[in-house]
């Protein structure tokens, strides 16, 4: 199995940027696909990026695009999420996460999340 780690978050003031970064073990990275997922208080949890094992095609929500970008170094078995130009409505906890790939699998492994929290 594979754990998840991110790191990265912090306070941040509006118009700022953080690098998040979730480092995996137990497995290569190459063997999943990975997204970003976030969690505002008293909110649904909500993907914010996905990526394919191999980095070909990536999904973000419409919320941020144009600001976060997600990535991958499958060599260093890490994946990222470059927020730029937060907003204090990003202010969340992100969790990464990975699942096989494979059609119509879901998202089986998490990370403990960050929390990341941007002032106005």
């Known amino acids: 199995q594979v754990q998840l780690v991110e790191s990265g978050g912090g306070l941040v003031q509006a118009g700022g940027s953080l690098r998040l970064s979730c480092a995996a073990s137990?497995?290569?990275?190459?063997?999943?696909?990975m997204g970003w997922f976030r969690q505002a208080p008293g909110k649904e949890r909500a993907l914010v990026a996905s990526?394919?094992?191999?980095?070909?095609?990536?999904n973000t929500a419409d919320s941020v695009k144009g600001r976060f970008t997600i990535s991958r170094d499958n060599a260093k078995n890490t994946v990222y999420l470059q927020m730029n130009s937060l907003k204090p409505e990003d202010t969340a906890i992100y969790y990464c996460?990975?699942?096989?790939?494979?059609?119509?699998?879901?998202?089986?492994?998490w990370g403990q999340g960050t929390q990341v929290t941007v002032s106005s």
């Open positions: 137990g497995r290569s990275l190459s063997m999943y696909d």
């Open positions: 990526i394919l094992w191999n980095g070909g095609v990536t």
């Open positions: 996460a990975a699942k096989v790939r494979l059609p119509g699998e879901a998202y089986n492994w």
